[in-house]
């Protein structure tokens, strides 16, 4: 049984009842605590020996002469840094690097070789997360692991629509879980494997409402902030109109940013970015032809854990569209649309969208953009396939009969009518399937859920939004057995390994 493990996040009640429960079955001490609150690290002290307190590694640590030298951590962490810099990306939006005298990649190798450190000094058999690691620090001791074959477990969040509690362990940020992929298998291979799993309710009438929706705001997940924006007729978006008045006024009074609809929150610098960004965009935009092939692309808003870290390099979404672009069958085309959220809603920063980069993907000669105001469900539904990178739209496409090209660790990633697209290969490998007939059985769609819901943990994953009239003690067992299966089943395959050597 592993014996060391080093634990980022479960910060909610059942979660850290149920990972301390997880140590103590599986015979495991926890070394090290990332965040964790003064009470459980308390605890910790006392109930492991070898237990390491936050305080006692920080940025000084990697100035001390027994830490690795940077040089040292760049060389090694090498091949892995495209993706290290990406996520380093997420947190330059606020960091005050933008206007500060401080050099970005000093503060990024200070971070890497921090995280770099924590590994070496806590020497751990396995790093458990309680979500996906989106702190860059979180996802740097993750590459870290990975890259010293350490075991990772993550909680990944399944995204039902209304159903936001449900998460699963899987082993690799961009991968589907070993689990879910064998007993899916072992699920089409003997249909009576999975006889007694059960099917609630609520997923039956999803699989109804979704298959038969016409209307894009009655399947539209409630985290789509512009659901009430979609016209009964049309299915398109509102246009985008800029409050110069408010914007003024927002910048007279230095309220401060944020979140709002159409930009309502928007200062004066803002309001002229978003209405740059928004013409930019539109300038580009074709009409659609329905009556040719072509993959559809919904891209994705960002920054968000759906592209980084779930998604690797191809948080830059260009290496995508590039990919399709030079995959895809001589008589199909690309029709590529933004995420109405990243023109009309989330930050008109610069870090991840600008005119330049809508003229790039534009600049491919099979590559159309289309208005981000379209309809999604006529763009889905028309299409011969969709290529998404974890998107909620592929579990749509699928459920529509439409094939998905998949370029990271969605939750339904191995479900039937999802093929892997991460290289030119896969690409052009799943194209020809998709042009000999290829398409999703919707049986097996179902057995994939009920596969998915097996391994499912229900519990609210962020504090404030726990009801305290749930099972909370359900949710903490339900962990703790997630994670001994886990690192049991480690534990055994390394015993086998060393056997056989």
């Known amino acids: 049984m592993l014996s060391r493990l080093v634990v980022f996040g479960f910060a909610v009640d059942w979660q850290h ?18 965040g964790c609150s003064p009470e459980i690290e308390k605890n910790c002290k006392n109930a492991f020996p070898d237990f390491i307190p936050n305080d006692s590694i920080n940025e000084a640590t990697i100035c001390n002469p027994e830490s690795a030298p940077l040089l040292d951590v760049q060389k090694i962490l090498s091949p892995h840094l495209d993706k290290l810099w990406l996520a380093y990306l997420k947190i330059l939006r606020s960091s005050t690097l933008r206007t500060a005298g401080i050099d970005a990649r000093t503060d990024f190798l200070r971070s ?5 450190n924590i590994v070496k000094i806590t020497k751990p058999d396995a790093v458990i997360f309680s979500n996906v690691p989106t702190g860059f620090i979180a996802y740097c001791v993750y590459i870290c692991a990975k890259y010293l074959n350490i075991q990772t477990l993550i909680m990944k969040r399944i995204l039902f629509p209304d159903h936001y509690d449900l998460s699963y362990i899987v082993e690799d940020t961009e991968f589907q879980s070993t689990q879910i992929i064998r007993d899916f298998e072992r699920a089409k291979a003997n249909p009576a494997y999975c006889a007694n799993f059960e099917t609630p309710e609520w997923l039956s009438s999803h699989f109804t409402n979704l298959r038969g929706a016409t209307n894009a705001s009655d399947i539209m997940p409630d985290y789509f902030v512009l659901k009430d924006k979609i016209k009964t007729d049309s299915q398109e978006i509102e246009r985008h109109k800029t409050n ?16 709002e609809l159409f930009g309502g ?3 004066l610098p803002h309001a002229i970015r978003r209405r740059q960004l928004i ?6 935009c074709e009409e659609i032809d329905f009556e040719r092939k072509y993959v559809y692309v919904p891209l994705h808003m ?3 854990a759906s592209t980084m870290p779930n998604g690797g390099i191809f948080a830059y979404q260009l290496f995508m569209v590039d990919l399709l672009s030079k995959s895809v069958p001589h008589d199909w085309i690309v029709y590529v649309r933004d995420h109405p959220s990243q023109l009309y809603f989330y930050y008109p920063d610069k870090l991840h969208r600008t005119t330049a980069l809508y003229e790039q993907i534009c600049s491919y000669p099979n590559v159309r953009l289309v208005s981000a105001r379209a309809s999604n469900v ?7 396939a969709l290529a998404t990178i974890t998107g909620y739209a592929g579990w749509e496409a699928i459920n529509w009969r439409i094939p998905v090209l998949l370029f990271g660790g969605a939750w339904y990633a191995g479900c039937d009518g999802v093929k892997s697209a991460r290289t030119a290969q896969e690409t052009k490998a799943a194209f020809a399937a998709i042009e000999d007939g290829y398409r999703p059985a919707l049986d097996r769609i179902e057995i994939f859920a009920k596969v998915v ?4 943990i229900q519990g609210e994953y962020r504090t404030q939004f726990q009801d305290p009239n749930d099972p909370v003690h359900l949710s903490a067992a339900q962990l703790c057995r997630k994670i001994v299966e886990c690192l049991s089943e480690t534990a055994t395959r390394d015993v086998a390994v060393s056997n056989e050597s």
């Open 244 to 259: 110069w008045f408010g914007a003024i006024t927002n910048s007279i009074l230095r309220r401060r940013e944020g979140l």
């Open 279 to 284: 013409k930019g965009y539109e300038a580009l």
């Open 453 to 456: 819901l097996q391994n499912a």
């Open 17 to 34: 009842d149920g990972l301390l429960q997880a140590a103590s079955e599986a015979g495991s001490q926890i070394v090290y605590w990332a």
């Open 112 to 116: 890497v070789s921090l995280a770099y």
């Open 302 to 304: 960002q920054p968000e």
């Open 378 to 384: 006529e763009l889905t539904r028309n299409a011969s």
């Open 265 to 267: 929150k928007d200062g």
